[in-house]
C-alpha cells in the first residue's frame, strides 16, 4: 500500500448539487480524518472516525455534510446543494493505532470547485 | 486566540543556509507537535514529528521543542530550492481527539539559487 488514496482529485460543481468523495486510507490504519483547506490557511479538522464509528465531528460540518465509514475501510464525504463557501481542498489523513502522538498521513486531497 | 500560531512569512533564505521556522500553540497541555510540508497545490507531507522537549534530527532537519515556552521550531539545513514550500505545523491539544490535528496558517519559504 503506497499511502491515503483519494479520489476524485479535482471536482467542479454547479451551486445546488450534490457531490460524494472518496478515501482510502493506508490499510492498516484504523483511525481516518477529514479535513478541509482553503486557500492561505491550514486545514481544518471536519470528522474523525475510529474504525467504522463517527467519534467527532467539528461544528465547521454543517448538516449539508455527511461522512461514512462502513465497514471501516474507505470512507465518503457528501456534501448536499453545494455552495460557493464550500470550494476548498478537502483532505483525508489515516493514523494508525497508538498511544498518543499518532502520525496522520495525508492522500493527495481532492479539490471542490462550486460555480 | 488562535490555538496554532506561525509567523507567516514569506521567509527567503539563501541556498545553503540555514531556515528557521517558528510556532507558539495554545495549550500547555498538548502532547505531539508535527510539522508538515506542502507544495504548492499538493497536500501536506509529514515531515517531522516531536513529543518531547528538546531537539530530533532527521537529515537535514531538527525540530526542536520547549514545553515550558509553548513553542516548537523547525530548523532546515544546507537549504536547496526544492525545500521551497509552505510548512505547516501542527498540534494534537490535551483533550482533543487523538490524532487531531490543529494547525498553523503555515510559512512559507522560498529558497533562491
Known amino acids: 500500500d503506497t499511502g491515503v488514496s483519494q479520489n476524485p482529485r479535482h471536482k467542479i460543481t454547479k451551486r445546488g448539487q450534490n457531490v460524494t468523495f472518496r478515501c482510502d486510507p493506508i490499510s492498516e490504519h484504523n483511525r481516518l480524518y477529514w479535513y478541509r483547506q482553503t486557500l492561505g490557511q491550514g486545514p481544518e479538522f471536519l470528522t474523525y472516525?475510529?474504525?467504522?464509528?463517527?467519534?467527532?465531528k467539528s461544528r465547521l460540518l454543517s448538516d449539508r455534510f455527511s461522512a461514512e465509514r462502513p465497514k471501516g475501510s474507505f470512507s465518503t464525504l457528501e456534501i448536499q446543494r453545494t455552495e460557493q463557501g464550500d470550494s476548498a481542498m478537502y483532505l483525508c489523513a489515516s493514523s494508525d493505532k497508538g498511544q498518543w502522538g499518532t502520525e496522520a498521513f495525508f492522500g493527495q486531497g481532492t479539490r471542490l470547485t462550486v460555480v | 486566540q488562535k490555538e496554532v500560531e506561525q509567523n507567516s512569512g514569506p521567509l527567503s533564505v539563501p541556498e545553503g543556509a540555514i531556515a528557521s521556522l517558528n510556532c507558539t500553540y495554545s495549550d500547555r497541555g498538548s502532547q505531539s507537535f508535527f510539522w508538515y510540508r506542502q507544495y504548492s497545490g499538493k497536500s501536506p507531507e509529514l515531515i517531522m514529528s516531536?513529543?518531547?522537549?528538546g531537539d530530533k534530527e532527521d537529515g537535514r532537519f531538527t525540530a526542536q521543542l520547549n514545553k515550558a515556552s509553548q513553542y516548537v521550531s523547525l530548523l532546515i539545513r544546507d537549504s536547496q530550492p526544492s525545500d521551497s514550500a509552505t510548512y505547516l505545523c501542527?498540534?494534537?491539544?490535551?483533550?482533543?481527539?487523538?490524532?487531531?490535528?490543529?494547525f498553523g496558517r503555515g510559512t512559507q519559504l522560498t529558497v533562491w539559487p
Open positions: 516531536i513529543y518531547s522537549n
Open positions: 472516525f475510529q474504525n467504522e464509528a463517527q467519534l467527532e
Open positions: 501542527a498540534v494534537n491539544m490535551r483533550g482533543s481527539t487523538l490524532g487531531r490535528l490543529y
